[in-house]
């Protein structure tokens, strides 16, 4: 019996040994998992809640997820791009008659484990657009109508079922993953200044109608001079310009300019505390354990370990601990900048892409909406943030990098 398995032992240990790797992926995803574990143990350390052992659950298996999909020639995602998407479609449609959560309907619960089908969605969309561009001779902007209608397509309903969750944070990765994998197919410089001015008008639209909004709350909820904004949320929403868009999202946007004002006891209060947080960390920090926001409540523990782990790190490591994390992602996202140029086909060097600009997104959005940059979208920090979908789906999308630079060209 030993003798019968000997040769695929050997031909297995061979085959993962002797392949080309590209070592400097994993090496920064342990380091940025090590720290998100270390963090979220911190965040939580007060109320006595262990959920960083949980993430470790996820981890190991987001490595697992990682390994298999590496290992995999990615081409067979292109054979199967279309089922894929099918399933992400049809489990969008799940949370739907699921449970609430947070005002929301993103999971589908089975058990003490949650599943959040917009992960999933994220990567069907991600290989169905790179299907369709790789498919498809792009060029001038006519004659590559056909392809853009189907790219169309197959962005506008993820996106809609998303949003309509709601989910504003996830739906607003897409459009620019799917603008830079346009970018590299080469269309025409006026298909990109169209596409500016169409950002433009809509920046607009939504910029008047926030407008409104604000002076529809204060002729009509104008109570001992201010407006609980909080309180009357939904309100506005019959009289809207945009109503896919709800007005506690409406209030998330207002509160990064004045977070004072805008729901000051809740979305207001947390970017507050998070501006106080990442703040009081100096160059060097106040030392892990030791930051004063998370551990006496005042970064609210719903928060602190997931979309606002950052502040905790930047509280505690300060400047140093926030520049390390951030050349981490830098690292991370230029090696995939410069896989994506390696790769042996288009369908590769759209997924190399769309995987690092998805992720640049995230880390640009959440970072932004620590310090009040960004309005708090709740998306979470790639490998930090606690989430259980999330991680995987991070793995799973970095193990298309790695395959795609293990079966490049020159392989």
Known sequence: MKEALRPGLLSFIKFTTHQRWDWVNPLVLVALTSIGLCFIYSAQLATGQSQWKMQLVFLVAGMLVYGAVSLTDYELWLKYAHWVYLVAMI???VPGIGSERYGARRWIDFGPISFQPSELAKLATLLICASILA?????AVRPSWQALGKLALAVALPMILILLQPNLG???????????????AKLPRRFFISAI???ALLAGVLTADLWRYYNFMNQNFMEDGRVDFKKNVGAYEPHSWLPLLHDYQRN????????ESIDPKGIGWNLIQSRIS???????????????QAQLGYLPPTVSHNDFIFSVLAEEKGFLGSLTVIVLFGIMLMNGVRIAGMARDRFGTYLALGVTVMLAMHVFV???MTIGLMPITGLPLPFISYGGSFVLSCCLLQGLVQSVYRFRRDF
Not at 252 to 259: K, M, N, S
């Open 135 to 139: 498919r498809n001779k792009i060029g």
């Open 170 to 184: 996830t739906a607003l990765v897409i459009p620019p993953m799917v603008v830079s994998l346009l970018f590299v």
């Open 197 to 199: 001015v169409l950002f």
């Open 91 to 93: 489990l969008l449609l």
């Open 252 to 259: 998330r946007i207002l509160a990064t300019v004045d977070p």
């Open 278 to 292: 990442v703040g009081s960390g100096g160059l060097a920090g106040k030392g892990w354990t030791q930051g004063t």
């Open 366 to 368: 959440n970072i932004g």
